[in-house]
C-alpha cells in the first residue's frame, strides 16, 4: 500500500499548495507539523529531508520530494485524474506562467527567512516589513490582473480548479496578511472568492490543520 507524509505548517503557503493538491486528488497522508516559529525547519533532521530547509516535503514510500512546484507535478504524473493540469499545451503553458508569477515573483519576497532578515539586519518594524511585501507581490499582481481575465471562468483558468488556483488562492491569503490592498485585483479577488467555497480549499485552509492554533481555527 502507498503511503504519503507530508512535512508542513499550517500557515505556509507552499504547504497549502501540497495540501490542496494532495486532497484534490483524494489522497490520504500523514501531517507532520514543522513549526516555523520554533525554526524546526532548519533542524539538522529537517535539513536531511529539505537541503534548503523549507516546507513542504512530501515522502512517497520512502522516496523524497522536497519544493511545492515538484511535489505537486508530481502528484500530476502519478494520479493524473481529475487533472490539475489540461490536455491544451498552450493552455498548460500558460497555468505555469500564472504559477511562476506567484511562486518565482510574489512568494519569495514575503518569506518568513527575508522578513526576519529585514527585522534583524535592518531594524524593520512590522509596518516597514508590509511596506516591503506590498512592493514586490504588487508587481506579481498587477501581471496576474493582465493576464487572467482573458482565461478565467469561476477559477484561474475557466470554470475548472487546475494548478493555478493551487498556487494562486494561498499567495493571496499572504496578500491579505501583509495588508496588500486587493481592491485594484478584481479578477484575482473573484477567483479568490469562489476557491475560498471550494471544499478542497476549505479542507487544506489554514484555519482547519491539526497544527493551527485555537484562536484561528474555524469550524
Ligand atoms: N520554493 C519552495 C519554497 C519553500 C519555502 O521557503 N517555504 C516557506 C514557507 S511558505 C518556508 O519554509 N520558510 C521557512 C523560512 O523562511 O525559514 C517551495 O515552493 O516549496
Known amino acids: 500500500m502507498s503511503s504519503f507524509v507530508l512535512y508542513n505548517y499550517f500557515r505556509s503557503s507552499t504547504s497549502f499548495r501540497a495540501r490542496a493538491a494532495l486532497h484534490f486528488k483524494g489522497i490520504d497522508f500523514e ?3 514543522i513549526n516555523l516559529l520554533k525554526d524546526e525547519q532548519h533542524s ?8 534548503m530547509g523549507g516546507i513542504p516535503t512530501l515522502v512517497h514510500n520512502g522516496k523524497l520530494i522536497p519544493d511545492s512546484m515538484a511535489i505537486i507535478e508530481y502528484i500530476e504524473e502519478i494520479a493524473p485524474t481529475p487533472a ?5 499545451a498552450y493552455t498548460r503553458a500558460r497555468i505555469r506562467q500564472v504559477c511562476e508569477i506567484v ?8 518569506n ?13 518594524t512590522q509596518e516597514q516589513k508590509d511596506q516591503w ?10 501581471a496576474l490582473e493582465l493576464t487572467l481575465p482573458e482565461f478565467s471562468g469561476k477559477y484561474c483558468f475557466g470554470d475548472d480548479v487546475t494548478l493555478a488556483d493551487i ?4 499567495q493571496v491569503i499572504t496578500c491579505l496578511r501583509f495588508h496588500v490592498d486587493m481592491t485594484k485585483y478584481p479578477t484575482v479577488m473573484k477567483i479568490y472568492n469562489n476557491l475560498d467555497k471550494h471544499p478542497v480549499f476549505m ?6 490543520q491539526i497544527d493551527t492554533p485555537e484562536e484561528l481555527r474555524k469550524p
Open 103 to 110: 511562486n518565482a515573483s510574489m512568494h519569495p519576497y514575503g
Open 31 to 33: 501531517y507532520k507539523p
Open 44 to 51: 539538522p533532521e529537517y535539513r536531511k529531508l529539505n537541503p
Open 112 to 124: 518568513l527567512k527575508v522578513t526576519k532578515y529585514l527585522g534583524e539586519a535592518h531594524g524593520y
Open 133 to 142: 511585501v506590498q512592493k514586490w507581490v504588487t508587481q506579481g499582481l498587477d
Open 203 to 208: 479542507k487544506a485552509h489554514l484555519s482547519r
Open 167 to 170: 498556487v494562486l488562492y494561498p
Open 84 to 88: 490539475l493540469l489540461p490536455k491544451d
